[in-house]
């Protein structure tokens, strides 16, 4: 079965602080892409970044970033100098054989 | 990026009714449409895969009858729900990809709630 973990319902950090977002994922394919998706309050879903799993290279986005170890099926996602507009759900995602598949999200609040 | 537009992004409806929902890539063709449904501070479940001019791919769990997906053409895809009880009550998302573009976009959702 092709399943997303994210071991960490909800976090919280001071504004300026780094944080980074945990998640695990399993899957035969050797071909897939991985995505972390935010969620505002308004519950649409923002692309954060995306990294394709043939690339050794870990995508970076201004202050976000992600340490992907494919050996070990880790993703994870480092928002550094942490702004209040990123208090949101963070949804760890994977797309393969044409279908998306979730984790459960992380709520993160960024405090003032 | 590109856009993703979904309608309505609320709807009330009578137990026993239907409702559609349609969702519509403004300036893509959308090659594939997924369905996903939300409950309250969850993660989104996916419930069917629809490609254009085919028949959609139901989740294991999802009921076809109840959930009807049409996927007419390559910028609109529709979820109707059938004969809706309050457990349908949800928010529902739809999101879209190009066949050569590796990334989703997303519809803004739509919340149904059924009395």
């Known amino acids: 079965a092709q399943t997303v973990t994210q071991s960490q319902p909800e976090m919280s950090v001071q504004e300026a602080e780094t944080v980074t977002l945990s998640c695990t994922y399993d899957?035969?394919?050797?071909?897939?892409?991985l995505f972390w998706y935010k969620q505002p309050p308004s519950r649409q879903m923002i692309l954060v970044i995306r990294?394709?799993?043939?690339?050794?290279q870990n995508a970076t986005e201004n202050r976000f970033s992600v340490n992907f170890q494919k050996a070990a099926k880790s993703f994870s996602l480092k928002i550094s100098d942490s702004q209040l507009g990123d208090t949101a759900m963070y949804f760890c995602?994977?797309?393969?054989?044409?279908?998306?598949?979730f984790g459960k999200g992380t709520r993160l609040h960024i405090l003032p | 990026g590109a856009v993703v537009s979904q309608h309505p992004s609320r709807v009330i409806c009578k137990s026993g009714t239907s409702v559609k929902i349609e969702c519509r890539s403004l300036?893509?063709?959308?090659?594939?449409m997924f369905w996903y449904r939300q409950f309250p501070k969850q993660s989104l479940m996916l419930m069917a895969t629809?490609?254009?001019?085919?028949?959609?791919?139901?989740e294991q769990g999802v009921e076809k009858d109840k959930f009807l997906i049409n996927h007419a053409s390559l910028t609109l895809s529709t979820l109707t729900v059938t004969s809706a009880h309050p457990e349908d009550s949800s928010f529902y998302i739809c999101?879209?990809?190009?066949?050569?573009?590796?990334?989703?976009?997303f519809g803004q959702g739509t919340r149904l709630t059924v009395v």
């Open positions: 999101s879209a990809i190009q066949g050569w573009v590796t990334e989703a976009f």
């Open positions: 899957t035969s394919e050797s071909n897939y892409y």
């Open positions: 990294q394709e799993a043939y690339k050794q």
């Open positions: 995602a994977f797309m393969v054989g044409g279908k998306i598949i």
């Open positions: 300036d893509f063709q959308a090659t594939t």
């Open positions: 629809s490609n254009e001019g085919s028949k959609a791919t139901y």
